[in-house]
């Protein structure tokens, strides 16, 4: 996104309806340190949109490993993602994405 972009919105007000989402045409999708800045409902958005365009998705993100969230009160940055990887995998796996091991928190289908 774009300054201008950014600075007209507030967190928990994701537009995934901007035109972008009808012109993919990628097989992959990565989202290194992208889903702690956004509320889990928009999270599901998000994933949402990708599993319909694309078969693999790449996911990093400081969170916790369990269920809950980490808790960013104090926290001086712009982290607000309120689960832990738990939630993330679960939503993933609704998704039909699974866990890829060997070292890369790849999810494919």
């Not at 901007?18 to 989202?31: I, T």
């Not at 999270?43 to 269920?67: Q, T």
């Amino acid at each position: 996104m774009c300054g201008e972009e950014v600075s007209s919105r507030c967190a928990g007000d994701l537009d995934l309806d901007s035109g972008l989402e009808r012109e993919w045409k990628y097989s992959a999708v990565v989202l290194s340190h992208v889903i702690e800045h956004l509320r889990f409902r928009d999270v599901g958005k998000l994933v949402d949109m990708v599993a319909k365009k694309c078969n693999w998705i790449y996911v990093d993100a400081p969170i916790r490993l369990g269920m809950d969230g980490e808790d960013w009160k104090g926290y001086h940055g712009t982290h607000i993602l309120e689960v832990g990887w738990g939630r993330i995998d679960e939503l993933l796996e609704l998704y039909g994405f699974r866990a890829v091991i060997g070292g890369q928190a790849v999810m494919g289908t």
